[in-house]
């Protein structure tokens, strides 16, 4: 059975930084797309940055210039980095992944919650 596993949520001032990560286990395949989405309370959850196995990267604009995503040493783990944390960063942020498999199998974890206090 495949899981997401995230840590590194927290609480923190604005202007402050928090990193997040996620790894993967349970799978053979590796995971060609790995992302972090958000979720606002009263707000539909919304993609917050991508990076493929290739190293291809994309922002979400409210973001850009001010998170990194990366992807780490150890197979299957991504991690995002969030400096200058506003208030309307605050949510729960999730891990999502899409493997490598002739199914593209789509995976989430189960969240981790950030709040930026101002």
């Known amino acids: 059975q495949v899981q997401l596993v995230e840590s590194g949520g927290g609480l923190v001032q604005a202007g402050g930084s928090l990193r997040l990560s996620c790894a993967a286990s349970?799978?053979?395949?590796?995971?060609?797309?790995m992302a972090w989405h958000r979720q606002a309370p009263g707000n539909a959850r919304e993609l917050v940055a991508t990076?493929?196995?290739?190293?291809?990267?994309n922002y979400a604009g409210s973001v850009k210039g001010r998170f990194t995503i990366s992807r780490g040493d150890v197979k299957n783990t991504v991690y995002l980095q969030m400096n200058s944390l506003q208030p309307e960063d605050t949510g729960v942020y999730y891990c999502?992944?899409?493997?490598?498999?002739?199914?593209?199998?789509?995976?989430w974890g189960q969240g981790t919650q950030v709040t930026v206090s101002s």
């Open positions: 349970g799978t053979i395949f590796d995971m060609n797309t």
């Open positions: 999502n992944a899409r493997d490598g498999s002739t199914r593209n199998n789509e995976y």
């Open positions: 990076i493929t196995s290739g190293g291809r990267i």
